[in-house]
């Protein structure tokens, strides 16, 4: 209704917020207000593992209307991701907000939303944190998760000659830029699917476990980075560096994308933003793990190889591979910006 004025963060205080916000959306998950939060099951066998991680601006806000929907479905997704890559089954997530008092309690439980929804999808749930009051919004959250003993996936362990395979289906979020700054076209469904795959990012805790209870995967690593920041972490994890091919299959409409806009296929497949994992494999193995995950209707593709040397090259000439990282406390750090500045620093097109 025009003219009404919205409730916020602020008109409630942090009492209100737990009863006219918190309480009717986790008051019956056990262990509610109490300091700590209860996780799993007592007497289960298992390792538990934790990973803490904050969320930055999610680039489809840039994109389209400012939604923290978004942003509460990647700071689940990122944090899930994590237990992703070390195979584990997700139990929770402990989450911390810090936001300003003139949040609206409707942008608010949006926030709620996403995060709720991205851990409903995963089987597991919010089940404790912590809000406070602040200038700038503030998202952290710690994922819980166990893993079978002596199942549990590393960066290391892996050998030199181990092939690598990237496991998901990237370039989604890099194509709804393009699509979304007018540089490709597409049909509306598939566009509309660029989108919802771009904005709803999927951590692959299915591929995760699969990768673990096979115990094919020799090292496995999630791509928060970017696939060049990915590979070099593990290499260095290693001591190895890598051979990449410099080529991917897309998806259809993300493969138009790249077409219509003059880019080879791995330049999308090697930005970040789609959470995909990067694991490694021996040579023998490529086919049964591909297989394995493809009967989950996870996809997985071969894309290159460690190697002795040290280096990270591309390409059958094994130039040197200057791939995209999104790197903290560097020139690339993720802080948002100018779509077209965006756009040629990861993608190199103008």
């Avoid at 209704?1 to 942090?14: F, H, K, N, P, Y």
């Avoid at 209860?38 to 489809?60: F, H, K, M, Q, R």
């Avoid at 209307?65 to 070390?86: F, Q, R, V």
């Avoid at 296929?265 to 021996?282: E, I, K, N, S, Y």
Wanted: with cysteine.
């Amino acid at each position: 209704m025009s003219g009404t004025i919205e409730l916020r963060l602020g008109d409630l205080g942090e009492r209100g917020i737990q009863e006219k916000v918190f309480q009717p959306r986790y008051g019956a998950t056990e262990g509610f207000g109490d300091d700590s939060a209860l996780l799993g099951a007592v007497g289960v066998p298992s390792e538990l593992v934790a990973t803490t991680d904050s969320c930055p601006t999610p680039l489809v806000n840039l994109l389209r209307e400012k939604d923290l929907y978004h942003a509460g479905w990647l700071l689940a997704t990122i944090n899930l991701s994590d237990l992703a890559a070390a195979g584990a089954e997700p139990l929770g997530l402990v989450v911390s907000y810090t936001l300003p008092k003139s949040t609206t309690v409707r942008e608010f439980e949006r926030l709620l939303d996403g995060v709720d929804e991205c851990c409903a999808a995963n089987g597991t749930k919010v089940a404790g944190g912590d809000i406070r009051d602040g200038e700038v919004v503030q998202l952290t959250a710690t994922a819980i998760g166990r893993c079978a003993p002596g199942s549990r996936l590393r960066r290391s362990g892996a050998q030199a000659g181990d092939r690598l395979l990237l496991v998901g289906s990237p370039g989604y979020l890099w194509a709804a830029a393009l699509v979304e700054t007018g540089q490709a076209t597409l049909s509306q469904r598939d566009r509309d699917e660029v989108w919802h795959r771009a904005s709803r990012p999927e951590a692959q805790l299915k591929a995760g476990r699969v990768l673990a209870s096979t115990g094919l995967a020799r090292a496995a690593m999630d791509v928060s980075d970017g696939l060049f920041a990915t590979v070099r972490t593990l290499g260095e994890a290693n001591g190895l560096g890598a051979a990449v091919t410099g080529e991917f299959e897309l998806d259809g409409p993300v493969a138009s994308v790249a077409s219509q806009c003059g880019l080879r296929p791995f330049d999308l497949a090697q930005t970040w933003g789609d959470w995909g994992l990067v694991v490694a494999v021996r040579g023998e193995d490529v086919e049964l793990v591909t297989k394995a995950l493809r009967e989950e209707g996870v996809a997985a593709q071969e894309f290159g190889v460690l190697t002795t040397d040290g280096r990270l090259t591309s390409g059958a000439e094994r130039a040197a591979w200057r791939g995209v990282a999104q790197e903290r406390f560097s020139a690339s750090s993720w802080h948002g910006g100018e779509m077209s500045t965006l756009i040629t620093s990861v993608l190199g097109k103008r």
